[in-house]
T-cell receptor, first 112, second 116 residues
Framework: QQQVKQSPQSLIVQKGGISIINCAYE??????FPWYQQFPGKGPALLIA?????SEKKEGRFTISFNKSAKQFSLHIMDSQPGDSATYFC???????????FGKGTKLTVNP | EAGVAQSPRYKIIEKRQSVAFWCNPI?????LYWYQQILGQGPKLLIQ????????DSQLPKDRFSAERLKGVDSTLKIQPAKLEDSAVYLC??????????????FGSGTQLSVL
């Protein structure tokens, strides 16, 4: 059972463009939604996270949009750069637990 | 601040052999996790420790996988005997519930296991 569904599987964007990655969840008990960035040969690193009491959170060029009624959240990368090329994972956890359920990942390629 | 250390970096074994992975978390982090990441998929939690006690091992295949965290610091994950489907990257992560960082996991670079 896949509790967090992520799309697209891969994404190619031109430098300066906007990258958008979407995730949907099923369990309404989830209350913490982080995005992790993973470069080849490295472990995932926390990029940005949101809790359901807000609809949007922005950190630099990275923004999470959260739609509680639709049970969806998305990552927007503004002014995408080649250095953003990596695999991005959405995740979710519930009740203050640190047990994260990850999506399958999106491989982002930003062309110069 | 030193990150999460894992070794070995790569391991190639034949099926039915045994293998062990080692993890040293960030100093002071009470919680330690082992995740399995199969190629093309997101990490899947195998086991979570709080200090030296097991919090969650519901997804650990206990007939072949075992893990321990002696003295609440370093941890080892063992597979015996290995199967072809165990080929994956094994990631160790740690976290601290203090300092307002609840939910922030710090991952090591992982051990890439190939079972032939």
């Amino acid at each position: 059972q896949q509790q967090v569904k992520q799309s697209p599987q891969s994404l190619i964007v031109q430098k300066g463009g906007i990258s958008i990655i979407n995730c949907a969840y099923e369990n309404t008990a989830f209350d913490y939604f982080p995005w992790y960035q993973q470069f080849p040969g490295k472990g995932p690193a926390l990029l940005i996270a949101i809790r359901p009491d807000v609809s949007e959170k922005k950190e630099g060029r990275f923004t999470i949009s959260f739609n509680k009624s639709a049970k969806q959240f998305s990552l927007h990368i503004m002014d995408s750069q080649p250095g953003d090329s990596a695999t991005y994972f959405c995740a979710a956890s519930k009740g203050g637990s640190e047990k994260l359920v990850f999506g399958k990942g999106t491989k982002l390629t930003v062309n110069p | 601040e030193a990150g999460v250390a894992q070794s070995p970096r790569y391991k190639i074994i034949e099926k039915r052999q045994s293998v062990a992975f080692w993890c040293n978390p960030i100093s002071g982090h009470a919680t330690l996790y082992w995740y399995q990441q199969i190629l093309g998929q997101g990490p899947k939690l195998l086991i979570q420790f709080q200090n030296n006690g097991v919090v969650d091992d519901s997804q650990l295949p206990k007939d072949r996988f075992s893990a321990e965290r002696l003295k609440g610091v370093d941890s080892t994950l063992k597979i015996q005997p290995a199967k072809l489907e165990d080929s994956a990257v094994y990631l160790c992560a740690s976290s601290s519930v203090t300092g307002g960082e609840l939910g922030k996991l710090f991952f090591g670079s992982g051990t890439q296991l190939s079972v032939l």
